[in-house]
DNA sequence: ATGTGC
């Protein structure tokens, strides 16, 4: 669509040149039919990017990219630290968004009628919808240790198992993380929703594992084909978003004393390394280790009820837990970084996690819509190329307003039921803003960063069970 | 994404 804009660097890699106040050029992984719904408005949030301080090699937008609060979501961009800069629109509202994917042990076959009365189950168990409930009410001085602790914590409290944490992102826990950055208006919202789902985009699903690609991996994890597994994305509630309103207004206050200029207002920063800097990074990683410990206590429960409903059939393991929405001091050719990641997980190959008896790089869980299930791919060498990033969905196409008047809840219900997906969701909504005609294709998606070299797949899962929020 | 608003 934009293609005269665009210039052509190696398949499905697109770049978009260094001009006017742009630092960087820009860069978009895209495959033919990622190309043809591009955003226009993405390809300017991607120059807005590019034209932010210090900003390193590339603004960079992964195939499912798509229009966010200032940067697109999809975007990578990373800056030197300490002596760079630290954006909230680089991170994301809901920080720590993040994918969890785990294995049951149990063949879809055995199952095959229940799975109705399992999604039921887990929509009456699993608290869901704006605002709605937690399975633990954590006191005040429970609820800093969680912000410090994130999943390390809840796994204390016996709400989970080591191997839970040794397969989470960064453990389960960001270590530089501060309670007292957080404002009680943002605890108190924390403290009635610790393990919730939300709404929006938001779900658990339970899949069959359709396609295995990777044996060897498998194997080592005992995964095999027609397995069930579930997979929770979810994040840090009204808790991170809070956190992430009271930073941007105290930063949109800061940098109005100062001469800047600012290509679009919600690229707002600060300076990593300044008081205001360093208290929102900690900030912000209380609200990632709220996150963790949310996943983690709705994978608990999940597991339990698995247990108790399929009477101890049920082994539920963690098989990884990606986040989307963080910003993460890193380092790439002996210089310290700050990488931004809205809508993008990290994907480091010579990251290992141990399964069975071996261990591989650790896994990026990549969701689709609705509709679509799921991919679990493997990064490759070449992520050098993206500060060690891959893509974490399938990516909107259509705006949340726009997917409402198109799509109706009963029809898209109706047409996932012929399709095999049992769909128990708590409003409307949750539906029709979510229909997978709403969204990019995940074999797109997949097929760009594969092809790029960036990662291959282990193994294809499709879903047959859905709640949403 | 979100008790959806300067």
């Given at each position: 669509m934009y293609k005269r804009e665009l210039r052509l660097v190696s398949e499905n890699l697109y770049e978009i040149e260094k001009k006017g106040s742009m630092n960087v050029p820009g860069r978009i992984y895209a495959n033919d039919n990622i190309l043809r719904s591009i955003d226009i408005n993405v390809l300017s949030q991607i120059e807005n990017v590019a034209s932010?301080?210090?900003?390193?090699s590339y603004s960079l937008a992964m195939p499912d990219a798509h229009w966010g609060?200032?940067?697109?979501?999809?975007g990578v961009a990373a800056f030197p630290f300490p002596d760079g800069i630290i954006s909230p629109g680089g991170i994301?509202?809901?920080?720590?968004?993040g994918v969890r994917l785990m294995k049951?042990?149990?063949?879809y076959r055995e199952v095959q009628k229940k799975i109705r009365p399992l999604t039921d189950k887990l929509f009456q168990n699993i608290p869901l919808g704006l605002g709605q409930g937690a399975i633990y009410r954590p006191d005040k001085a429970e609820l800093s240790k969680i912000l410090s602790r994130g999943a390390q914590y809840i796994v204390e409290k016996g709400f989970g198992d080591k191997e839970d944490l040794q397969r989470c992102d960064s453990n389960g826990c960001i270590?530089?993380?501060?309670?007292?950055?957080?404002?009680d208006r943002a605890k108190e919202r924390g403290l009635g929703q610790l393990g919730s789902l939300g709404a929006g985009n938001h779900f658990i699903e339970i899949d069959v594992v359709e396609e295995i690609f990777d044996e060897h991996f498998t194997r080592e994890a005992g995964i095999f084909k027609g397995e069930l597994f579930l997979m929770i994305h979810s994040g840090s509630r009204g808790l991170g978003h809070q956190i992430t309103t009271d930073w941007i207004s105290i930063l949109m206050k800061e940098i109005r004393k100062k001469d800047i200029f600012l290509r679009?207002?919600?690229?707002v920063y600060t300076e990593a390394n300044t008081e205001a800097g360093k208290r929102y990074f900690s900030a912000m990683n209380a609200g990632a280790n709220f996150a963790f410990a949310n996943r983690q206590l709705m994978s608990h429960k999940i597991r339990t009820m698995f247990t108790q409903y399929l009477s101890n059939q049920a082994r539920v393991e963690l098989i990884c837990d990606c986040c989307h929405n963080i910003a993460m001091k890193e380092s790439i050719n002996g210089k310290n970084i700050i990488v931004h990641r809205k809508g993008a997980t990290r994907a480091d190959p010579k990251e290992k996690t141990i399964y069975g008896n071996k261990s591989f790089s650790s896994p990026v869980i990549v969701p689709g819509s609705m509709g679509s299930g799921f991919h679990l791919l493997s990064p490759e060498e070449k992520c050098a190329d993206t500060f060690f990033s891959l893509p974490h969905g399938a990516g909107r196409l259509l705006g949340r307003k726009q997917a409402c008047r198109k799509f109706k809840e009963n029809d898209i219900k109706k047409e996932l039921m012929n399709k095999g997906i049992y769909v128990k969701n708590y409003s409307s909504e949750g539906v029709s803003e979510e229909a997978p005609g709403a969204y990019k294709g995940l074999e797109d998606v997949v097929e760009t960063v594969t092809k790029v070299g960036l990662a291959r797949s282990i193994l294809r899962g499709r879903p047959v069970g859905n709640i949403k929020g």
């Open positions: 932010l301080p210090g900003i390193i609060y200032g940067f697109p979501i999809g994301g509202y809901d920080i720590n968004c049951t042990g149990i063949t270590p530089e993380a501060d309670a007292e950055a957080v404002s679009d207002r919600q690229l």
